[in-house]
């Protein structure tokens, strides 16, 4: 049996786009739901005014692997991409211990 999934995104947006980050972001969020297998949660945190971090939980790494590669085709998803500065990171763990 796979293990769940955690993928972690962090990226950075101008301060001057962040009301238009806000308002796509549960429109994102929807369409990777309708649109990717395997996918159970999102969270959005802010480090600073620039920095933000993607915390998305999926039924497996194959299902977090494959969304990154869909997500950026979809098109209810690129105007919140398009604000997006700058990808620092991604990375995908298995989770092999919850408390």
Known sequence: MQSPAV??????????????????????????????????????????????????????RADALKAAETVPDLPACQSLLAVIDEGLSMDVGEILDHH
């Open 7 to 60: 993928e972690v995104a962090r990226f950075t947006i101008d301060p001057a786009n962040t009301d238009t980050f806000l308002a796509e972001h549960p429109r994102f969020a929807a369409a990777v739901r309708e649109n990717c297998a395997g996918f159970r949660s999102l969270r959005l945190l802010r480090v600073d005014e620039r920095t933000w971090i993607h915390v998305a939980e999926w039924d497996t």
